[in-house]
């Protein structure tokens, strides 16, 4: 992976775009130095042509499915409005209801689907008074508690609320003594999620329009971690095969049942890391995905595909504690999920540099390691990658836009247009 590599473009595997001229090849870490050169750290870049070659290759394999781009994994509109232009991605997939109105009033075209259920009743009365917003903005329900709750909060008058159904993906065995995958939706059997759907269509200003099944245990497990040992990743591959057919048969009945109650526009599934699987699924009409866009560290160990790491921040080296250590100013980006070495940025330029184990990443100072660390002087710059996508632009305002050497253009992430929606 580029993570290892001085030169990200020596990471172009053979599944990777070609670039073109609408898509630049990916820069290395000389080319974003160039580029950069008048910027004082910390700030963020993303390599739009690594960007863009990873959007190729993630419309490659949906297989010819519409993917419907995660909001969550770019946070940032100006780079949502360039993904979606492109061939193999259609709507968005937002993660709060304020936000999809967000995005609904800056484009009259948003199609968006809400990807987890909303308890703001001020947002759901300004969506159901709003009648453009409502015929482009679908909620997620999963439960009668949730569906109550939609239904005092939109009132008897008004535009039809568009409504989808949150179908658990997770692998239950042992008569449901195991679970695997996330805790999401209470509605794992296909009679749960036909009852349900009778329930929405029985509230006159409601109307079911989807289904959505995100298998986390597929798309979000990464098969080829170096970290664990080999029968630790035998068994992982066979569980992601066990669920993957069971899930296929699953969701394939829960869709038919939801359908003997009502038409339905659309079924998402998947993610970036089960394109290829879900998008086989005939029951499934589009996929749901982002994270691949930008690759953060966390997607660096799929055996079925390589995407380019696209989006990288620069830290100022201040401190020399000691030979072979340095330390760079901030630093504590980590992110969210199981507290664990892998929610760490990963330092990736130079090569060789590592953080302490009793220090990790600091709020304000992150110790560094490594053969590297006598080479860099007080002042100069330690790139990083993130563990996870979008919640790098909750730490800056901007993002910096690369082709090959050059700054192209500087957007704002959500955070620099003062939204901050979780």
């Known amino acids: 992976m580029a993570s290892a590599r001085p030169d990200a473009a020596a990471a172009v595997s053979p599944d990777s775009a070609v670039p073109t001229a609408s898509a630049p090849r990916p820069a290395g870490f000389a080319d974003l130095e160039r580029a950069t050169a008048g910027l004082q750290p910390p700030f963020a870049v993303v390599d739009l042509g690594a960007l863009r070659a990873n959007a190729a290759q993630m419309a ?13 994994s770019l946070r940032c509109r100006a780079l949502i409005d360039d993904v979606l232009a492109r061939p193999g991605f259609a709507g968005v997939l937002a993660f709060t209801l304020p936000e999809a109105l967000w995005l609904a009033a800056h484009d009259p075209r948003a199609d968006v689907l809400v990807g987890y259920p909303t308890a703001d009743t001020d947002a759901l009365g300004r969506l159901a008074a709003d009648e453009d917003a409502a015929a482009r903005v679908t909620v997620m329900i999963d439960s009668l508690e949730q569906l109550d ?13 568009r409504v989808c159904l949150d179908l658990d993906a997770s692998l239950r065995l042992l008569g449901g003594r195991v679970h695997l995958g996330m805790r999401r939706s209470p509605l794992h059997a296909p009679a749960q999620a036909a009852a349900l759907a009778r329930a929405v269509v029985a509230r006159p200003r409601l109307r079911l329009v989807g289904v959505m099944a995100y298998e986390g245990q597929i798309a979000g497990v990464g098969d080829d971690q170096p970290t664990q040992a080999r029968p630790m ?4 591959r066979a569980v992601q095969r066990l669920s993957a057919r069971e899930l296929r048969a699953r969701r394939a009945a829960a869709v038919r049942a939801v359908r003997e109650v009502a038409p339905l526009e659309f079924v998402n599934g998947g993610g970036t890391g089960s394109l290829e699987t879900t998008s086989a699924e005939p029951a499934v009409t589009e996929l749901g995905a982002g994270s691949g866009l930008y690759a953060p560290a966390l997607f660096d160990h799929y055996r079925g595909f390589s995407p380019l790491p696209a989006a990288f921040f620069a830290l100022a080296v201040v401190r020399r504690p000691a030979p072979g250590h340095v330390t760079v100013l901030g630093g504590g980006w980590t992110a969210s999920g199981a507290p664990g ?65 050059r700054v192209v253009d500087e957007v704002p992430t959500y955070r620099g247009e003062g939204m901050a929606f979780l």
């Open 60 to 72: 490659r394999r949906a297989g010819g499915k519409p993917i419907r781009l995660a909001s969550k």
């Open 149 to 161: 709750l939609l239904t005092a909060a939109v009132g008897a008058s008004g535009p039809p609320v």
């Open 233 to 236: 990743r035998t068994a992982v």
């Open 341 to 405: 070495p892998d929610r760490l940025p990963v330092p990736v330029h130079p090569a060789g540099l590592r953080m302490l184990g009793s220090e990790g990443a600091g709020e304000v100072q992150t110790p560094l390691v490594g053969p590297a660390a006598d080479t860099l002087r007080f002042g100069d710059r330690v790139w990083f990658r993130h563990a996870k996508a979008g919640e790098l632009c909750e730490r800056v305002d901007t993002l910096h836009l690369v082709e090959y050497d």
